[in-house]
Each structure stands twice: as structure tokens, then as C-alpha cells.
């Protein structure tokens, strides 16, 4: 399968990022999003419903996946603790934890809703219903925050669940075999089984994935169980909604919701990991092409349809539309983190940065107050609110909003964030791989030596990067720096002395190999020019424009900048393009203008049809990154522009 084993990312416990663009985006977060969201799951009876004392007859009933979002705001405060020791939040998941105690069942169950609502349906609805979903986020913020404070309560109660769980699910006689709609307890088991050494719970995730879409089907056998038509019945449509349409070795194009095909991506290179399943990981590789080369948005958003949040077909990516959901982007980065442990592998962390600077931090206002569910590439709402198939996507619109009853997105951004730091490095016992780059600092133990490996740099926005190494002594091991996929002439030094590259390059990473010892310094300097990005021909609704990235981050245009009628604006293919740094918009950002064109009215008359081609008049273009947007004065907004 590639790498060995061996290569794991660096636990958040050894990395440190204090400063530069992700220490804004984490301290924001600490101090605002994940407060803020402990308050709405406060304020919203998410919290109170673990005490189930919510009664037929009365209002605001437990809904079915309220225990993820409640369990996704443990894990960011988990992640945020690992970094930042703060007794009043450690405080507030202990509380949670002590209701959860108390709700558990003698059996070990545990679900808000179903233990309330429909004490009698447990485990009726694996298709449509959320129960293995809640219990893997459950799972997942056990072991968070057993990784940040040492205390296992929390891990206990989870245990007893997935021991029960166990005994519900499997191949053995007696045993449901079934698997969730919604997937995520895959991965969730796995994680568990990392930290227990529990060879059960891996055995369980690989019975989930490896039953999935098998027949006879099982969604079929539980409807008709329920009285329900599996067909005339279903909302999703067909199985391909939640990715059960075949047994996963199967399935070679990513089809239907686009967050749970994320998850059950990751849960299946997690498997493929652990145990060694080369056919899973060729099954990961072959999806991985599909979707990374076919389905997905510059901005590292994917998930083109709203009605089911959802993949369609190929190169089917419209801009105004598009759903983008910001869970999806960070089930994105999930997976990527996932395959670069199975193989290290240059265009996996070029996918993982793209999404983390672009399709995921969208999601999230810069004050981390306000959040986006979906993120369109394309916002005009002056017309959008005026069409039908648009005006019920109360998503869709050019403000972040302060909530969402489905709160997915803004639990799942905070815990992101607060986490960033296992996505920047891994190693093996005796190689550090560097995936991102970013002001950073992490603890490690290679070859025999204890080691701190510094990153100094103002990553995106330049591409100069220092690394500096203390060890307790020399010793020989392999510095693999990545090469980024947008990169076109990276140069390094080792000690003053400039080192060749294409000798030392494999598969996106240049390998320095020798003996290191403290004091050592590395420096990068990756070249960063504007580049104008164009979509594939068959990318109906990009072709002629272009698409604006620097470093890693993708461009906009806003109205606030350029005016509206956005779509009336040209880039000349001759333009040149000039970067600024702009230290007062969105806590200090670089810019891109340039002298471009804007189609003109003013000469057009009162005809709505001519023959003439319209005049055009020079106007200065403005682009922002991506990420940015939405974050001043309401308006239009374009990633694509023409090109003339």
C-alpha cells in the first residue's frame, strides 16, 4: 500500500501554534465560536435534553441529532483545552459529561431523542435516522477529551455504548446487520480503538463498511420491518444518496450526500490503515480521482445540489447554486489527513490545503459569530431571491447567519479549527514530514533523539519559510518537505548551502535525508505570483473565465470593491496583476487589482436586444481571498470572471 504504518500525524499535545494566520483563526475561536455555541445548545434545549425529562405533550422535543452537535462542541473545547488550560470550559463539558452519566442506560445505550421520544423504535431506522452518527461524534469526543485532560469518565460512558453497540451489530447469529444511513461512527471506532487497543472496535468498523450496500439489502429488510415501501418511501431517492447503492470496492464515482460520503471515505482509510486492506485503500484511490478531479470546486468546497446536499455528475460544478456545504469541505480535509497516513503523498496535502484555506474557514465569520452552511462560488441575491428553485434556501444569501437549527456546519468548523495543529506534521520513527506550513512549533521524538522543530513564517502570504531544529543530539533521519502542487519553483537551503531538489523529490515531497543536530536551519522560499486558474473544457459554467489563487488561497470579487453587475466585468489575458498587503481588512490580508474592463450601459440605449457588441469601459479590479467574503458591506460576489 505505500508507506508503512508507521507514519502517524503529531498529537495536538506537541504542536504549538502561537502566531501567524492560524493563531488569529484559533484564538478567535477559543474566545468567541466555541462559547458562543455552548450557549446556543444552551439557549436551543440541546443540553437539557440529556436529562430526559422532556415528556409527550411537550414543546421542543429532543431532536435526532442533537447529541452530535453537543458532542461536537466537547470535542472543540477538548482540542482548545489540549492547547489552552481553561477550568471554567473544562468545568462546562464535565457538567455535560455528568448528565450523560446519568441518561445512560443499564444496557449501555444512550440517545436523547430515542431514549424520550421513541423509546420503542431503537434501532428501527438505521437509513434515515441518526442513532450510529450521534453515537460516533459521542465517541469521538470521548477520546478527545480524554487526549486533552487525562480524564477517562467520558471515555467510559462511551465504551460501554460502543461495547453495546457491538453486541447489536455483526456478523454473528442474533446480530443486526445492518450500518448507518448517516456514516461516521466508521471512523469514530477506529479513533477508539487507537486509544483503547481494543481490537473490537476496529472489527466493528470494518464490519460496517464492509456490509455496506451488500445484499440482500438491509435498508430494504428494515422498511418493510417498519410496513414503509423501501422504494415509493425513501426521500434520498435511491441508496447512492447514502453511498449503500454498492458494497464499497465497488463503487468507483462519489454519489449522493456529500458529508456522509466524506466520512465513510475516511472511516474506509482508516480501516485500510489499521489493517492493511489494500483493496479498500485501491477503493479509497480510485473515489479520491473521482472526486478531487471531477466533483470538486476550486475553493476545495464539494456537494454541487442542495436537494440532498449531494454530488451529481461530472464536472457539474455551478457556481451560483453551488451547495458547498462547509461540513463537506471539512469531511474533505478528514479524508485527505486520512490517505497521507496510508501514503504520504504530495496531492493529498495539496486537497487538504485547499479546503482548510478556502471551502472550510468560509463557513465561519472572521468575528467567529456567524456562520455559512453552504458556499456558493457565485452571490447575486438582488435576483437569486426572486427564483423559486433558490428562495427556499434561507442558506443561500450574502450574510453569515447567526445560527441554523441544523447546526452541523458551525459545531464542525469550531472543532476544525481548534484541532489544526495535527494536520501540520507527521512522522515515522525516523522521518518528520512537514504537510503545511505555518508559524508553528512541535515536540518529537525521532531517530532515538528527542527533537523541536520550529516553523517561522508568514505563510499564506509569503513564501518564505524558516525551520529551525534543537536536538538533545545528532542523529540521521529524513526532513520531507511538502513541494506544494501551486507551486512552480521552490528553492531550499540547508545551512546558508542551496540544495538540489529534483533529486530529492517523491511523490510532492523533497526528502532531505542526513545527519541533523541542533542549530540546523532550513529555509524555503516557494515562489508566489498570481495565477489565473481555468476549469476543465466539459466545466460548463466556467469555461472562458478564470479564477484568481495565490499560494494556496483562491480569490473573489466582491461588490463592496468592484460594484455591481459583477458579471459584466473582463480580465484581459494581458492584464497585469499587482498584490498589496492590506493591513485593515479581515485582520491583515493581501490583495489583488488590477486593470480590467466592465461592459457598459451607458451606451446601449433603451433596447434590450442589439446587434452591436457592447461597449466596454476600464475599471480596477479588486479581489479579495475567498475565505474573506461576506465579512463587510452585503453584496455580489464572483470567484469566476471572464476573460477577454
Known amino acids: 500500500m505505500g508507506q508503512p504504518a508507521n507514519l502517524r500525524p503529531v498529537p495536538l499535545k506537541q504542536v504549538g501554534i502561537e502566531g501567524g494566520f492560524w493563531a488569529q483563526r484559533l484564538e478567535v475561536n477559543r474566545r468567541v465560536t466555541i462559547p458562543l455555541e455552548y450557549q446556543r445548545c444552551s439557549e436551543t434545549g440541546r443540553i437539557d435534553a440529556l436529562k430526559l425529562e422532556w415528556r409527550p405533550g411537550d414543546p421542543n422535543p429532543p431532536h435526532i441529532f442533537w447529541d452530535?452537535?453537543?458532542a461536537k462542541w466537547i470535542e472543540a473545547a477538548a482540542y482548545s483545552l489540549t492547547k489552552v488550560p481553561d477550568s471554567e470550559l473544562e468545568s462546562l463539558v464535565d457538567s455535560v459529561v455528568d448528565l450523560m452519566a446519568a441518561a445512560q442506560g443499564d444496557d449501555g445505550y444512550l440517545n436523547s431523542h430515542y431514549q424520550v421520544v421513541e423509546p420503542d423504535n431503537r434501532w428501527t431506522n438505521l437509513r434515515d435516522r441518526h442513532e450510529l452518527y450521534c453515537a460516533g461524534?459521542?465517541?469521538?469526543a470521548a477520546v478527545a477529551y480524554y487526549q486533552a485532560t487525562g480524564k477517562d469518565r467520558f471515555l467510559g460512558i462511551m465504551r460501554r455504548y460502543a461495547d453495546y453497540i457491538d453486541n447489536v451489530f455483526g456478523p454473528a447469529p442474533g446480530r443486526k446487520r445492518g450500518y448507518p444511513g448517516h456514516e461516521e461512527i466508521e471512523l469514530a471506532l477506529v479513533k477508539l480503538y487507537q486509544v483503547t487497543g481494543e481490537e473490537r472496535y476496529l472489527a466493528l468498523s470494518k464490519f460496517f463498511i464492509d456490509e455496506r450496500g451488500t445484499l440482500p439489502h438491509y435498508y430494504d429488510i428494515e422498511a418493510e420491518a417498519r410496513g414503509e415501501d423501501p422504494v415509493k418511501d425513501y426521500h434520498g431517492g435511491g441508496y447512492d444518496y447514502c453511498q449503500a447503492h454498492l458494497p464499497v470496492r465497488e463503487q468507483t464515482t462519489a454519489e449522493g450526500h456529500a458529508v456522509r460520503a466524506m466520512y465513510l471515505y475516511s472511516g474506509m482509510a482508516d480501516v485500510a490503515r489499521e489493517t492493511g486492506d489494500a483493496s479498500l485503500y485501491e477503493a479509497c484511490k480510485t473515489l479520491w480521482h473521482n472526486v478531487t478531479q471531477r466533483r470538486m470546486y476550486v475553493t476545495g468546497g464539494i456537494g454541487s445540489l442542495s436537494w440532498g446536499e449531494r454530488f451529481t455528475v461530472d464536472y457539474d460544478l455551478p457556481n451560483e447554486v453551488a451547495y458547498a456545504e462547509t461540513c463537506a469541505s471539512i469531511g474533505l480535509v478528514l479524508w485527505a489527513h486520512r490517505m497521507l497516513q496510508i501514503e504520504p503523498r504530495g496531492v493529498y496535502a495539496d486537497v487538504m490545503e485547499r479546503a482548510l484555506y478556502n471551502g472550510t474557514i468560509s463557513g465561519v465569520s472572521l468575528a467567529g459569530d456567524r456562520f455559512f452552511y453552504s458556499n456558493p462560488l457565485l452571490m447575486d441575491w438582488e435576483h437569486q431571491?426572486?427564483?423559486?428553485d433558490l428562495r427556499y434556501r434561507t442558506d443561500l444569501t450574502p450574510q453569515?447567519?447567526?445560527?441554523?437549527?441544523c447546526s452541523c456546519c458551525p459545531m464542525n468548523i469550531a472543532r476544525l479549527i481548534a484541532s489544526l495543529g495535527q494536520y501540520i506534521y507527521g512522522q515515522t520513527a525516523d522521518a518528520v514530514y512537514v504537510h503545511l506550513y505555518a508559524q508553528s512549533t512541535a515536540e518529537l521524538a525521532v531517530a532515538g533523539r528527542r527533537i523541536a522543530l520550529s516553523q517561522a513564517t508568514a505563510y499564506p502570504w509569503k513564501g518564505d519559510v524558516t525551520l529551525s531544529l534543537q536536538a538533545d543530539g545528532p542523529a540521521d533521519w529524513t526532513l520531507a518537505l511538502r513541494y506544494p502542487g501551486w507551486c512552480r519553483d521552490m528553492q531550499i537551503s540547508v545551512n546558508g548551502r542551496e540544495v538540489a531538489i529534483e533529486p530529492l523529490l517523491s511523490d510532492g515531497y523533497v526528502l532531505l535525508?542526513?545527519?541533523?543536530?541542533s542549530g540546523d536551519t532550513v529555509v524555503l522560499s516557494l515562489a508566489m505570483p498570481v495565477e489565473r486558474l481555468r476549469a476543465h473544457p466539459l466545466s460548463r459554467?466556467?469555461?472562458g473565465k478564470v479564477a484568481l489563487q495565490r499560494g494556496p488561497v483562491v480569490y473573489c470579487f466582491e461588490e463592496v470593491d468592484n460594484g455591481k453587475a459583477l458579471y459584466g466585468l473582463l480580465l484581459p489575458r494581458d492584464a497585469a496583476?499587482?498584490?498589496?498587503?492590506?493591513?485593515?481588512?479581515a485582520g491583515g490580508v493581501v490583495t489583488i487589482t488590477g486593470e480590467g474592463l466592465r461592459e457598459s450601459t451607458a451606451a446601449w440605449g433603451d433596447e434590450l436586444y442589439r446587434t452591436d457588441a457592447p461597449g466596454t469601459e476600464p475599471v480596477l479590479l479588486k479581489a479579495v481571498p475567498y475565505f474573506a467574503w461576506a465579512n463587510r458591506t452585503p453584496g455580489e460576489m464572483a470567484v469566476w470572471t471572464r476573460e477577454c
Open 577 to 585: 496583476l499587482h498584490v498589496d498587503w492590506d493591513a485593515e481588512l
Open 541 to 543: 459554467e466556467t469555461v
Open 513 to 517: 535525508r542526513r545527519t541533523w543536530q
Open 68 to 70: 452530535s452537535d453537543v
Open 385 to 388: 431571491q426572486y427564483r423559486p
Open 400 to 405: 453569515r447567519k447567526e445560527w441554523y437549527d
Open 137 to 140: 461524534h459521542l465517541i469521538e
